[in-house]
C-alpha cells in the first residue's frame, strides 16, 4: 500500500522544479561565494538573485533578508537579540509558542535576563488581544512580543496588523514566527508593524535546513554566529548556497501558484473535517477551524478509548503519516503543550493532518475509511 501523507505541517516534499534549481550549485558551480575568482563571483550572485527574489516577494528591501539554517535558528536569533542588544527586559508571549519561541524565552528568563508574561488566550485559541493590550499599557520596561502569526498544532491566525500596531503605540519590539504562513500567504511587509519575521523553505516545498529572518532596517542587532563576514556581517560561516537558491525557487513558485493551491487545499481541508463528522462518533475540531486559520491544517480530538490510545501507532501500521499535535519535539511523544492550554481534556486523543496541493479527496476517504475499522 501506497504511504498517504498528511503531515505537511511538519514538513512538506521536495518540489522537482526546486531540485532542478539547486542542482547545478550541488556539482558544478560549487564555490565559496567569499572567494574572489569566477566560481566564487558565480555563488556569490546566486545569493544576492535569490535575497533580491525573496525580498520582492515579500516587499522588503534586500538588505532586510538574511538566510538562516530555518526557523529555530531565526528566533533564536531575533529573541535573543532584542534582550540582548535592543534593551528589552519584558517579554511578552504566549502559552501555545512554537518551542523554538518558549525555549528561548524559557532560557534567558533563566538567567535573569528577563521576566515574562503571558497574554490570555480564548478557549478557540485565540490569543485576547485586549489583553495584549493591558499588559503593554501597565508595565514599565521595554518590552519585546513574540507570538505565532499561525499555530503550527491547531493553525489558528494572529491579526499580525493589530499586534504591530499596539506594540508601534507602546514602543514595543514585536518578533513574529511566520514559518507556518511565509510561501502560503502573500506578505507586504513594507506596510507591517514587525520589527522580525521567520520562514522555513521545507514548509513549502523547499528544502529543509534553509531559512530566512526578517530584520526590518531600522532595528540594528549584533550577529549571533561569529566569525566571517558572510550575510553582511550578520551571519557567519559559508553560505548554504543550493539551500538559499532553492528557498527563492520554493517561494516563488508557491506565491505564483497561491490562488490555485490555497483554494484547492482548503478544499480537502473542508472535505475531511465532513467526512470525520459524519463517519467518527464524537470526534472534536480543535482551534478556530473555518475561521481565522490555516487552510492546510485540521486538529482532530478523537474520544479516548483503548483503541484511540495507539491511534498514531496504527495509523502509521496503516501507511498513514499524521502527527500528534507537533512533529517538532524529535520523535517524544510527551502530550502537546498547545492541547494542554486550549484543550485540556484527558478523555481525548489528538491528530494533526496537514494537508498539501499534492494530496486527494481520494486519500482522505481511505484516511476516514481506516479510522472507521481502528476506532
Known amino acids: 500500500m501506497t504511504r498517504i501523507y498528511f503531515d505537511n505541517a511538519a514538513t512538506t516534499s521536495l518540489d522537482p522544479a526546486v531540485l532542478e534549481t539547486m542542482m547545478p550549485y550541488l556539482v558544478e558551480k560549487f564555490g565559496n561565494p567569499s572567494s574572489i575568482y569566477s566560481y566564487g563571483r558565480e555563488t556569490k550572485m546566486a545569493i ?40 528589552c527586559t519584558h ?9 523554538a519561541t518558549l525555549h528561548t524565552v524559557e532560557h534567558l528568563a533563566a538567567q535573569q535576563l528577563v521576566k515574562v508574561s503571558h497574554v490570555k488566550l480564548f478557549p478557540n485559541g485565540h490569543v485576547d488581544l485586549e489583553h ?63 520589527h522580525f519575521i521567520t520562514g522555513a523553505a521545507h514548509k513549502f516545498h523547499g528544502p529543509k535546513g534553509a531559512g530566512i529572518l526578517y530584520i526590518n532596517e531600522n ?48 478544499g480537502i481541508k473542508k472535505y475531511m473535517h465532513d467526512a470525520l463528522k459524519k463517519y467518527v462518533a464524537g470526534v472534536e475540531f480543535n482551534g478556530d477551524v473555518f475561521g481565522k486559520s490555516l487552510y492546510t491544517l485540521l486538529s482532530v480530538s478523537f474520544p479516548k478509548t483503548e483503541k484511540s490510545e495507539m491511534l498514531l501507532f ?10 500528534g499535535g507537533s512533529a517538532c519535539t524529535s520523535g517524544v511523544e510527551q502530550g502537546s503543550h498547545v492541547i494542554r492550554a486550549i484543550n485540556n481534556n484527558p478523555n481525548q486523543v489528538t491528530v494533526r493532518f496537514s494537508f498539501c496541493k499534492n494530496n486527494t479527496e481520494a486519500e482522505v476517504d481511505a484516511v476516514v475509511a481506516a479510522l472507521q475499522e481502528m476506532l
Open 314 to 323: 496504527n495509523m502509521d501500521i496503516h501507511n498513514i503519516c499524521a502527527s
Open 48 to 87: 544576492e538573485q535569490a535575497r533580491k527574489s525573496v525580498a520582492k516577494i515579500l516587499n522588503a528591501h534586500p538588505a532586510e533578508i538574511f538566510f538562516t539554517s530555518g526557523g529555530t535558528e531565526s528566533s533564536n536569533t531575533a529573541i535573543t537579540a532584542a534582550v540582548k542588544d535592543l534593551g
Open 132 to 194: 495584549l493590550g493591558k499588559l503593554l499599557a501597565t508595565t514599565e520596561e521595554k518590552t519585546l512580543v513574540t507570538l505565532l502569526h499561525a499555530n503550527n498544532e491547531i493553525g489558528n491566525m494572529l491579526d499580525i496588523h493589530a499586534v504591530g500596531n499596539l506594540c508601534k503605540l507602546y514602543n514595543a519590539v514585536f518578533h513574529c514566527d511566520t514559518v507556518q504562513t511565509v510561501g502560503h500567504f502573500p506578505f507586504d511587509l513594507r506596510n507591517t508593524p514587525v
Open 91 to 99: 517579554i511578552i508571549t504566549s502559552a501555545i509558542e512554537h518551542h
Open 219 to 266: 532595528v540594528r542587532i549584533k550577529p549571533m554566529i561569529q566569525g566571517g563576514g558572510q550575510e553582511r556581517n550578520m551571519r557567519a560561516g559559508t553560505e548554504n548556497i543550493y539551500g538559499i537558491v532553492g528557498f527563492a525557487k520554493a517561494l516563488e513558485l508557491a506565491t505564483a501558484a497561491f490562488e490555485k493551491d490555497s483554494a484547492y487545499i482548503g
